[in-house]
């Protein structure tokens, strides 16, 4: 493919994200989860995107900003959809910040918040308005199967690899972000393999089969190990949760699902890692997870050495300070306790409770609905994907999909009783000799 049709690609996704969210706010959710992946496709077919990083950035605020904007003109409360959660992750956010006023390098921790401000007040902030209940969900997911899905074959088939990410284009031999591909491919791995649609259930199940085994492919050719073991933890951990363990039936669609997902992952091994590829040695790998845990220790050292900053913490951002660490440790919840004390981890903690007690009242309240349970599968996997990458790589300021994936499970159980099933309605009981209901004909 072309520059010119890649451009025309990236163009049409874009176009693609606002016309769907003119029509169904909620596609704004997969918006958020594909920016990154949509702006490695368009840094390596346009060299003025290359050049102009954040212009997707802005793009896809925009967008999220006009879908909520058609919601409050179509009647909807959007501020009714700040909850408990929400205002965990707020005051997470309100406490780093504040914690600046005694951060050893205030000018570095500036530098880090002008990065992450935008996708923090698009992803935490806004998006989440935009979900009121499983439908809207259910639709946001739905479009991250579609626009994921294209972006994925895309950036598979068609983009210019180099060694782990794909060539930007205009600058050489420079690479994007292979994290941000690999995070895509994770997050559409969980949707194709749990949310079921509404209609040919076997053709769509096949499909989406196909989809899980190319996201998997892209992860592997990433090179990126944390997302990968990421994405096959929480594919194994949801299928309980997608599919009923104690009927045949229940456990057939597992056995597919788990040789697919062994069959994808070893042809992805064997046609995108080299033999001379050092990054899959089990060395190499307890050689980057030693150097991590070199820098959490730097960090928690600097945290124990005053009772006064183990309560309140070192300043957010402060593991960049070179007398610090010099960089950030690549462990969020490590950081949140040398950076935030243990009043931030507190309340980090408390934001992983909500998600987890969404997910336990959500598994009662989807018990006899397979779709539903599909649905909170999807839910669930995109929380665990960003918790377990969380503890290998970023930072807290800058993991606003994790913090949007804990809103939104945390949020499950309500929206599951704001409507029933998105996908099909529980057959209503009519009386006997009672006039037969047509429900369907006035939706």
């Known amino acids: 493919m072309n520059s010119t049709a890649q451009l025309a690609l990236y163009g049409a996704l874009l176009a693609g994200f606002l016309l ?54 179509r009647g909807k409360c959007v501020l009714c959809n700040v909850r408990g959660s929400t205002a965990a992750v707020i005051a997470l956010y309100l406490y780093a910040l504040l914690s600046l006023l005694w951060t ?22 806004l998006a989440p308005l935009a ?11 739905f479009a991250l199967l579609i626009f994921g899905g294209v972006l994925v074959f895309a950036l598979l088939l068609f ?12 600058v050489g031999t420079d690479e994007t972000n292979p994290l941000a591909i690999a995070s895509l ?12 649609t509404r209609r040919f259930p076997v053709v769509s199940w096949i499909l989406r089969l196909v989809l899980v085994a190319a996201a998997l492919a892209v992860v592997v050719k990433t090179g990126s190990r944390g997302q990968l073991i990421a994405t096959l933890g929480t594919l194994v951990l949801m299928l ?20 697919v997902v062994g ?59 070179p007398d610090v660490v010099g960089y950030y440790p690549h462990d969020v919840p490590i950081e949140t306790l040398g950076e935030e004390g243990v009043l931030g981890l507190a309340i980090y903690l408390g934001i992983n409770g909500l998600a987890l007690s969404g997910l336990l009242k959500g598994l009662r309240a989807t018990k006899h609905d397979p779709r539903l349970r599909g649905l909170l599968a999807v839910a669930g996997a995109n929380y665990l994907f960003t918790l377990m990458t969380t503890l290998k790589e970023g930072n807290m300021v800058g993991s606003a999909e994790f913090f949007l994936a804990a809103i939104l499970l945390a949020r499950m159980p309500e929206m599951l009783s704001a409507k ?12 006997a000799r009672a006039i037969p209901r047509f429900a369907n004909m006035m939706r």
């Open 159 to 170: 983009a210019k690899w180099g060694d782990r990410g794909v060539l930007i284009s205009g």
């Open 420 to 431: 029933s099933s998105p996908v099909e309605a529980p057959a209503e009981e009519v009386p």
């Open 240 to 259: 309980p949760v997608a599919f009923n363990l104690s009927q045949v039936r229940g456990l057939i669609p597992i056995l597919i699902a788990v040789a």
């Open 263 to 321: 069959f994808a992952a070893q042809y992805a091994a064997q046609q995108y890692i080299r033999h001379d590829d050092d990054r899959w040695s089990q060395s190499d790998a307890a050689s980057a997870t030693s150097e991590r845990w070199k820098m959490c220790q730097a960090l928690l050292s600097h945290w124990a050495e005053s009772p006064g900053t183990m309560l309140v913490g070192l300043g957010n951002s402060a593991a960049l300070d």
């Open 185 to 196: 491919g994770g997050a559409v791995a969980g949707a194709a393999m749990f949310l079921r």
């Open 104 to 125: 050893p390098r205030p000018d570095l921790a500036l530098d880090m918040w002008g990065a992450g401000a935008p996708y923090v007040v698009t992803a935490v902030l």
């Open 20 to 73: 769907a969210a003119l029509w169904r706010p909620p596609v704004s959710i997969a918006a958020i989860l594909c920016i990154y992946g949509l702006k490695q496709w368009g840094q390596t077919s346009s060299a003025w995107l290359a050049a102009h990083g954040t212009f997707t950035n802005f793009a896809i605020g925009v967008i999220v900003l006009i879908a909520l904007v058609v919601r409050a003109m």
């Open 131 to 141: 979900v009121h209940d499983s439908e809207d969900l259910y639709r946001g997911y």
